[in-house]
């Protein structure tokens, strides 16, 4: 079973992958797409307002956020890891539970970007929002860290998320009953 989905002028078939018995979801993964993740990347940023430094969790955001500095001169973004490195230092976290995760897990931000976020104009993205955890997770860690939120992007909206008027995004995702109909 496969959704057919147009996002930035792009056709794409994603696979219906089982949640749980009574739950579908579509697997959008960007990974590797650079022609998608390009055109996304450019449309969000048509309709993003101004901004210091992006935002983003590990890990299918990275290429989209990694696109959208490039594109936009910014040149940093700042990543929530799901994990603590030995590098990070001053460690400020946020736990959290997604969809897509089957157990609850944690953002951290090295204390070195909580200080490049302090007083910074602040954009949230991501690929696909859908419960809206994890945006509430960056939203805490941004805060937490003293920046100004000023948007939140993302490619794609799946359920809770479709038609929320505080998220940009270029199309919406349907979740699935297990016979792969849209609900």
Do not use: W
């Not at 990347?41 to 993003?48: H, K, N, V």
């Amino acid at each position: 079973m496969e959704y057919t989905i147009t996002i930035a002028g792009k056709v794409r078939h994603l696979p219906i992958c089982p949640v749980n018995e009574n739950l579908s979801i579509a697997g959008f993964v960007m990974f590797g797409d650079t022609e998608l993740t390009e055109a996304c990347a450019e449309e969000l940023l048509a309709r993003a307002p101004a901004f210091d430094v992006l935002i983003t969790a590990e890990s299918k955001g990275i290429p989209l956020v990694c696109s959208m500095a490039r594109l936009s001169g910014k040149g940093r973004y700042v990543l929530a890891r799901k994990s603590v490195k030995l590098y990070m230092k001053d460690v400020v976290s946020f736990a959290v539970r997604s969809i897509t995760t089957a157990a609850p897990q944690t953002l951290y931000l090295d204390g070195g970007d909580v200080a490049y976020l302090a007083g910074k104009r602040v954009l949230i993205v991501d690929d696909v929002i859908s419960t809206g955890r994890s945006l509430e997770a960056l939203e805490n860690l941004v805060t937490t860290s003293g920046g100004q939120i000023v948007g939140r992007m993302a490619v794609l909206a799946e359920g809770d998320a479709i038609g929320r008027p505080d998220i940009v995004t270029l199309a919406d995702l349907p979740l699935f009953h297990p016979d792969g109909t849209p609900m």
